[in-house]
């Protein structure tokens, strides 16, 4: 019983904002719906093709599927635009996901950590260079 309250004293600091995590779960959502819906598309002689359009309904809602999917996607996109540039230009919070300098260091700390040669793990910021690397290939 001790444990739980010593738990419940703890302060919780969350990550990502909630409209952060539901830009997240668009994106999530949305682009594995492409996936899903596009493949067979592209691919539509494979067996397995065949099958997946079948199961989603056919071709015409394999399509409407993902024409929705695009759309969300494409509205996920237009809002984190629009949001990142208000927390940018008017609220004038700091870029953090932006590549740095220190980015560099790290991942050169990283892989010597990991290759046995450092013995401390890299002090990263909230973003890592991982992070970094996929939020922009995201973009790209």
Do not use: C
Request: proline share 4%; glycine share 4%.
């Amino acid at each position: 019983m001790a444990a739980a309250s010593t738990e419940e004293k703890q302060q919780r600091f969350p990550r990502f904002r909630k409209m952060a995590q539901l830009e997240h779960i668009i994106l999530l959502v949305s682009f594995t719906m492409l996936s899903i819906t596009g493949l067979p598309q592209k691919w539509p002689e494979a067996p397995w093709a065949q099958w997946m359009m079948d199961t989603m309904g056919g071709i015409e809602t394999t399509r409407v599927i993902h024409h929705w999917s695009a759309i969300a996607l494409v509205l996920g996109s237009v809002y984190h635009l629009f949001a990142s540039g208000y927390r940018l230009f008017v609220k004038r919070e700091r870029m953090r996901i932006l590549p740095r300098w220190k980015d560099v260091i790290d991942v050169k700390d990283f892989v010597l950590y990991n290759l046995g040669f450092k013995s401390e793990h890299p002090k990263m910021t909230k973003f890592n260079f991982g992070e970094k690397i996929e939020y922009w290939a995201v973009v790209w």
